[in-house]
Each structure stands twice: as structure tokens, then as C-alpha cells.
């Protein structure tokens, strides 16, 4: 089926591809969801004479009315301010250490004169000025000039000490009152006024004196932001909701409808449009968007056609899976006293799109999903949409994409379920206070027990679907290929046990590869596992290649080269029919196939011409095809970049860099990443973490004394 599948697709442009499937899936869905939309209750415009006494039929918040009173009583809340006390010590701790600073200076100036005249240098002003660094960039209002400093230098130190007493004396007195931003202009002013006035401040430098206690002037009485806000909050939430109470008379027989009273009706859900061909073409444009998102996805997607393809089939049969389950719920509800949309498997989708695809997939499906079933699950006069069935399933399908990581194993899978359970507990009560409804006690078990039972059929329908869309779309999941990781695979343990040599070589493969391939965006885990597996052509004659010999004879040596090359050659499709044998994805087998591409045997052509041969290279090329995606590329650098670097004398970053780019060059010269789509940019980019990743397994080593000596 799958080879089917994979014929069909294959030749179509993916452009064509997916028009042609989304227009199909537009007209399909359209007719699962025409059905759900409801007739509405009455035809009314604004400023109509209301034809009857119209009721609610239901009880409903007007969240408009409630949140404008909460928004009137929240303004006024008068602001509240606090007056900090500490601040005037410390603001005049400040200014004296200042001061304290020019004073130390003063007394060093003193005692380097040793009773000579003391003048004042420009080493004197900068030393000070060394010392007010820091504290300048905490007080951007001190500006004090060289010329100031060199001013209050020049005074006595007694002087200076008189100063101190004054400034600190007048920011006291300032900063103990009340001070708001408005005030700091005539608290300025006023600080200014008392030191000019103070005769024991000399008239040469009243002006820094002034400088350094207006900059020390700062609020003392702030908002208390936290404060105000949580007595704002308390007042919005000593508003209670205003609702619309069930059997509510809206509108009398012969009332004007107005325009708050034509919002009351929508807001009950008791309004519909002049004719019945608009909600039909409501639902036609739920769909186009829909399956836009779906479409502008993949437009966006940098990846190759054929895994486009087949990913969007996937989604589609996943959303129309869902979209089948809500069409079965619709038809058995009105059986039930309850909602039993709450039995929906929320989760179901986001976690078979997460394992199959990627999580930017899961997360966009996740939306389109919620936003479906909250037209198809409608219950009552859900005017629109059912909102809470939207968060409901949106929120189970969110958490099961954060819980289930990237470990993707089916223990997994049942610890998300029981996560998106709890989830979906916590909503099913945050759903039941908010709608502030007397339940009875059976009701009450019923919601707990579905919201716990959607997580649980989540995963169980997860894990059953899985392995359908696996074969028959080919998919390769996360799960599939942790499963394949796993060293008691058989084909690993033959690896393993018949060539321990291409064993290690094919770990260190995978290393490089996953990091490299994570570095450009692609599939690290694919990468890895796939390198894994890439020489498992080896173990068809093991002894052949040198990681295997051991110090053995090499066999290469006693055969023509044409024989050897054969020998080397064939490895690759040896290995692709051994993984097809074992029924291994399709991914695992093309690495092995296309690892080595269409390279030259550049050894056995050198061989072969030493010895008098006449050579055709195209004979002595792996028979390919050359790497189709970006992993398989990566991986073929990788392979050959090992292979070098173990061979190589004390290994370095300069060495390891130039052989490095020297491969990536040469295979790019070659022509063999002429069919995928790796950028120049992206190749520097493996070459560099690649180099990164050498650099860190041949670091350098700390040469240990010998214990003898």
C-alpha cells in the first residue's frame, strides 16, 4: 500500500498536490459542518418594534456590563503614596561622602606641601575625580566641574567641615517632609536659598556647595504602585457580575429595540441573520480559513515535496478523523442529560501529528481542531462558538505537546494521557465554578470522570493509530526511530558482534551527524539512527575494510584493484538489501544506499594506474544515487571526515579544520549534493560544528608524571 501511495504522489507537483487535496477536503468538511450550525430564535434588527415579550432562555454573564463597572470602580481607587524615611539619611550620607572625599584630598594636599603653600593640581582635581567616578553613574544629577572641585580644594579644612554640617543640615530638613516630583522645583530652590543665605559658606564656592545639595534632592514620597494596584483589584473584585438571569424579560411587545438591547439578545444567543443562506456561508468561510492555516503551513515549510506530501495527507486524515468523532457526538448528545463533549479525546490529534511530524505541526492542528469543535460541539444558544469546548480541547492538546517532549516511547505516550487528565480535571472545575450552576452530585462525577477518560482515550487511540499511519504513509516517527536506536536491535547487535570496528566508526558517525544536522535545522535523530545503520553493509565480508583487520593482513593487498573496488562498492548495496530484508524504513534504507553518493575510489584509481591499467573512473564511482536530502549529505561528510581524522598523527584544530573543509569541498567539487537541497551556507555550518564536535573528542590531554619517578 505504501509503494502504492508513494507512486501516486511522487510525480505530482506539490503545489498542484495540495490544492487539489485541500479543495477536495474543503467540500467534504463543509458538509460535516453545515449540520451544526443552529437555527437561531428570532429575526431582529436594531430599532425594531419588538413583534413579542422576548425572555432569556438561559443565564448568561454581560461581561461588557460587568467589566465596565469593574473598570469604574478600579478608577476610583485613589493612589496610593508612601513616604520613605530612610531616605534623607541616606541622601545625606551621600552628599557627606562626597564631601569626605574632597576633604581626604585636602589633608593629602596638607601633608605633601609639609608646610609649604598648598596648591591645587590637576592630579589633586583628578584623584577626586577618580573617586566620584562610581558614584556619578548612580547620581546623574551631581555635576560637579574641575573647576568646582579645584574651588572647594582650595579651602581650608575646617571650611569644608562647616559645609558638610550645613548641606547635611539642609537636606534634612528638606528630605524629613512629604516630597512628590511636583515639589523637587521649590524644594530646590529652597535648599538654594538656605546655603546662599548661610554666612559660613564662603561666597567662591556657595555655587558647588549649592550643586552638590540640589542633586542630593529626590522624592521621598512615592506611589506604591503594588499597593494601588492590589486596591484597585480589590475593587474590581467586590463587583459582582451582572448577568442576564434565565426567564429575564429583554424586550416587551412593542418596544423599540434599541442597541443595548439588541446586544442583550445576541449575548443570550436569541438573534439570527435574515436568512437561513448565512450561516451556511459562515460555515464556508470557517472552512476556507481553516484549511488556509493548513495550506500557508506547509507554503512555509522548508522541506522536500514527497515528506510535504505525505505530511499534509496526514493531517487532513487526522482533522477529518476528529471532525468524524465530533459528527458522532453531535448525534448521541441529545440522548444524554449531560455534555458529553467532554468525553472528546483532546489530546488525540496534537500527540499522533507530534510523534508523526514535528510540534510546530501538532500545535497548529491543535488550534484548527479546538476552533472546529467549538462550531460542530455547540450546546444551547452558543451564539458563535462554544468557547469553553474550544479552551477545553486546546488546553489538552497544548499540555500533551509540552509533556510529551521529545521522548517518544509508548510509556510516554501513557504518561502524557494521565497529565492531559489532570489537565482537563482542572478545567472541568474551573468550568463548573464559572458557571456558578447547582450541579447534582451524579452530574458532577459524569464531568470528572470524562475529563479524566479524554486523556486516557487519547493515548489509547494514539498508540492503536500510530503504526496505521506509519505504514501506510511511511512516516518515520520519533518512536520508530528510538526504537531502532536501541543496541539490542539484531542488526546492531550483528554490527556489533562481526564488526566491532564499523561499530565505533558508525557511533562516531552518528555523533557528528546529529550534531551537525540539529546545527541547519534537519533531523538530528534521523541522522543519528540512520548512522547506525549505514555500514551494515559490511558485515557481508567484514574483513575487507580496514577498521575490521585488527593488525591482520589487509586481503587488498594480494587482490587487482578492479576486484577490490567491487569488493568496497558493493557494501553499500549490500547494506540496503539487508535493511530491506529486515523490513527497515525507507529513510534507514536510502542513508545506506546514497551515504557514499557517486564517489570516486580515489585509491584503487591510483592503485590501478601504478599499475599500468587503463582506467575509467565511472567504473571505479559507488553506483549511488547521490544524496537526496540534507541528512543523508551530512551523513556522507560525517562518514568520510572519521574515517580521515582516525587516521590522522596528532590530530589538531588546525588540522581537523582543514581536513574537514577540505572533504566538504571535495564532495561538493564532486558534484554530490548536486540532488538535495543543502545550501553553501549550510555546508559551512556542518563543516564548523563538525569541526566542534573533533575538537572535543580529540582534546588535548594533560600529560600525567610517571609514577615511578
Given amino acids: 500500500m505504501l509503494r502504492s501511495i508513494e507512486r501516486f504522489l511522487k510525480p505530482l507537483k506539490f503545489t498542484y498536490f495540495s490544492l487539489f487535496i485541500m479543495a477536495l477536503s474543503t467540500l467534504v468538511l463543509f458538509g460535516l459542518m453545515v449540520g451544526a450550525v443552529k437555527q437561531e430564535t428570532y429575526e431582529l434588527k436594531e430599532f425594531q418594534v419588538a413583534p413579542e415579550v422576548i425572555r432569556s432562555l438561559k443565564t448568561v454573564e454581560d461581561s461588557e456590563k460587568t467589566e465596565q463597572e469593574r473598570n469604574r470602580a478600579a478608577n476610583e481607587v485613589i493612589p496610593v503614596y508612601q513616604f520613605s524615611e530612610g531616605i534623607a539619611k541616606n541622601r545625606r550620607a551621600i552628599a557627606e561622602s562626597i564631601l569626605d572625599f574632597i576633604i581626604d584630598e585636602k589633608r593629602n594636599l596638607i601633608d605633601q606641601a609639609d608646610g609649604e603653600t598648598v596648591e591645587v593640581s590637576e592630579k589633586s582635581i583628578a584623584e577626586v575625580r577618580e573617586k566620584l567616578k562610581g558614584l556619578q553613574k548612580e547620581e546623574p544629577n551631581l555635576q560637579l566641574t574641575d573647576a568646582a572641585i579645584a574651588d572647594l580644594l582650595a579651602v581650608e579644612i575646617d571650611v569644608l567641615e562647616t559645609i558638610k554640617e550645613e548641606v547635611s543640615e539642609a537636606?534634612?530638613?528638606?528630605?524629613?517632609?512629604?516630597?512628590?516630583?511636583?515639589?523637587?522645583?521649590?524644594?530646590?530652590?529652597?535648599?538654594?536659598?538656605?546655603?546662599?543665605?548661610?554666612?559660613?559658606?564662603?561666597?567662591?564656592?556657595?555655587?558647588?556647595?549649592?550643586?552638590?545639595?540640589?542633586?542630593?534632592?529626590?522624592?521621598?514620597?512615592?506611589?506604591?504602585?503594588?499597593?494601588?494596584?492590589?486596591?484597585?483589584?480589590?475593587?474590581?473584585?467586590?463587583?459582582?457580575?451582572?448577568?442576564?438571569?434565565?426567564?429575564?424579560?429583554?424586550?416587551?411587545?412593542?418596544?423599540?429595540?434599541?442597541?443595548?438591547?439588541?446586544?442583550?439578545?445576541?449575548?443570550?444567543?436569541?438573534?439570527?441573520?435574515?436568512?437561513?443562506i448565512k450561516p451556511i456561508i459562515a460555515i464556508g468561510l470557517f472552512v476556507i480559513v481553516m484549511m488556509a492555516v493548513i495550506y500557508m503551513y506547509f507554503y512555509n515549510?522548508?522541506?522536500?515535496?514527497?515528506?510535504?506530501?505525505?505530511?499534509?495527507?496526514?493531517?487532513?486524515v487526522v482533522y477529518f478523523l476528529t471532525v468524524i468523532i465530533m459528527k458522532l457526538i453531535t448525534l448521541i448528545e441529545p440522548e444524554f442529560d449531560f455534555i458529553i463533549s467532554f468525553l472528546f479525546p483532546t489530546a488525540l490529534a496534537s500527540m499522533l501529528i507530534k510523534l508523526l511530524i514535528n510540534d510546530r505541526a501538532a500545535t497548529m492542528i491543535s488550534i484548527v481542531i479546538a476552533a472546529t469543535a467549538g462550531i460542530m460541539l455547540q450546546d444551547g444558544y452558543a451564539s458563535v462558538i462554544q468557547m469553553e469546548i474550544v479552551l477545553y480541547i486546546l488546553l489538552g492538546s497544548l499540555t500533551s505537546i509540552y509533556l510529551i517532549g521529545n521522548v517518544a516511547k509508548r510509556t510516554a505516550i501513557l504518561r502524557t494521557s494521565v497529565g492531559?487528565?489532570?489537565?482537563?480535571?482542572?478545567?472541568?472545575?474551573?468550568?463548573?465554578?464559572?458557571?456558578?450552576?447547582?450541579?447534582?452530585?451524579?452530574?458532577?462525577?459524569?464531568?470528572?470522570?470524562?475529563?479524566?477518560?479524554?486523556?486516557?482515550?487519547?493515548?489509547?487511540?494514539?498508540?492503536?493509530?500510530?503504526?496505521?499511519?506509519?505504514?501506510?504513509?511511511?512516516?518515520?516517527?520519533?518512536?520508530?526511530?528510538?526504537?531502532?536506536?536501541?543496541?539490542?536491535?539484531?542488526?546492531?547487535?550483528?554490527?556489533?558482534?562481526?564488526?566491532?570496528?564499523?561499530?565505533?566508526h558508525s557511533v562516531m558517525v552518528a555523533n557528528l551527524s546529529d550534531a551537525a544536522c540539529e546545527a541547519i535545522g534537519a533531523n538530528g535523530l534521523l541522522a543519528r539512527v540512520g548512522s547506525y545503520y549505514h555500514d551494515v553493509g559490511k558485515t557481508v565480508r567484514p574483513r575487507f575494510f580496514i577498521e575490521n583487520q585488527h593488525g591482520e593482513k589487509n586481503p587488498h593487498d594480494s587482490l587487482p584493484p578492479e576486484k577490490s573496488k567491487d569488493i568496497i562498492i558493493a557494501h553499500a548495496e549490500d547494506g540496503a538489501r539487508l535493511l530491506e530484508k529486515h523490513k527497515m524504513p525507507r529513510e534507514i534504507v536510502d542513508i545506506a544506499r546514497q551515504h557514499h553518493g557517486t564517489s570516486l575510489l580515489k585509491f584503487f584509481?591510483?592503485?590501478?594506474?601504478?599499475?599500468?591499467?587503463?582506467?575509467?573512473?565511472?567504473?571505479?564511482?559507488?553506483?549511488?544515487?547521490?544524496?537526496?536530502?540534507?541528512?543523508?549529505?551530512?551523513?556522507?561528510?560525517?562518514?568520510?571526515?572519521?574515517?580521515?581524522?582516525?587516521?590522522?598523527?596528532?590530530?589538531?584544530?588546525?588540522?581537523?579544520?582543514?581536513?574537514?573543509?577540505?572533504?566538504?569541498?571535495?564532495?561538493?567539487?564532486?558534484?554530490?549534493?548536486?540532488?538535495?537541497?543543502?545550501s553553501m551556507k549550510e555546508l559551512r555550518k556542518v563543516e564548523r560544528t563538525i569541526c566542534e564536535t573533533l575538537n572535543g573528542i580529540f582534546h588535548s590531554r594533560i600529560e600525567y608524571p610517571d609514577e615511578k619517578e
Fill in 605 to 678: 584509481v591510483f592503485k590501478a594506474k601504478e599499475l599500468g591499467e587503463d582506467v575509467k573512473e565511472e567504473e571505479y564511482r559507488y553506483g549511488g544515487p547521490k544524496p537526496q536530502t540534507k541528512e543523508i549529505a551530512v551523513i556522507s561528510i560525517a562518514d568520510s571526515v572519521e574515517a580521515a581524522v582516525r587516521s590522522m598523527k596528532e590530530p589538531t584544530t588546525e588540522k581537523i579544520s582543514h581536513l574537514v573543509h577540505a572533504i566538504a569541498s571535495d564532495k561538493l567539487n564532486d558534484g554530490q549534493f548536486d540532488e538535495c537541497d543543502l
Fill in 420 to 504: 492531559v487528565s489532570i489537565c482537563n480535571l482542572f478545567f472541568i472545575g474551573f468550568y463548573l465554578l464559572m458557571t456558578q450552576t447547582t450541579y447534582e452530585l451524579n452530574e458532577l462525577i459524569f464531568y470528572m470522570v470524562a475529563a479524566f477518560a479524554s486523556g486516557i482515550l487519547s493515548s489509547a487511540l494514539t498508540i492503536g493509530l500510530l503504526p496505521f499511519f506509519e505504514s501506510t504513509f511511511g512516516m518515520l516517527s520519533d518512536m520508530r526511530l528510538i526504537e531502532l536506536s536501541n543496541p539490542n536491535h539484531p542488526l546492531l547487535k550483528k554490527i556489533l558482534t562481526e564488526t566491532p570496528g564499523t561499530y565505533h
Fill in 171 to 276: 537636606l534634612i530638613a528638606e528630605l524629613s517632609k512629604p516630597l512628590r516630583e511636583a515639589d523637587l522645583t521649590f524644594s530646590k530652590y529652597e535648599i538654594e536659598r538656605h546655603l546662599r543665605m548661610s554666612y559660613q559658606i564662603p561666597e567662591e564656592v556657595k555655587q558647588p556647595t549649592i550643586s552638590i545639595a540640589r542633586s542630593m534632592l529626590v522624592e521621598t514620597e512615592t506611589l506604591n504602585e503594588q499597593l494601588t494596584e492590589i486596591r484597585k483589584e480589590e475593587a474590581r473584585a467586590s463587583v459582582d457580575p451582572i448577568r442576564i438571569l434565565q426567564g429575564q424579560v429583554l424586550v416587551r411587545e412593542g418596544q423599540v429595540i434599541d442597541s443595548e438591547v439588541y446586544r442583550q439578545l445576541e449575548l443570550a444567543g436569541l438573534l439570527t441573520d435574515q436568512t437561513a
Fill in 301 to 316: 515549510w522548508r522541506e522536500n515535496s514527497m515528506v510535504k506530501k505525505k505530511s499534509l495527507s496526514i493531517i487532513l
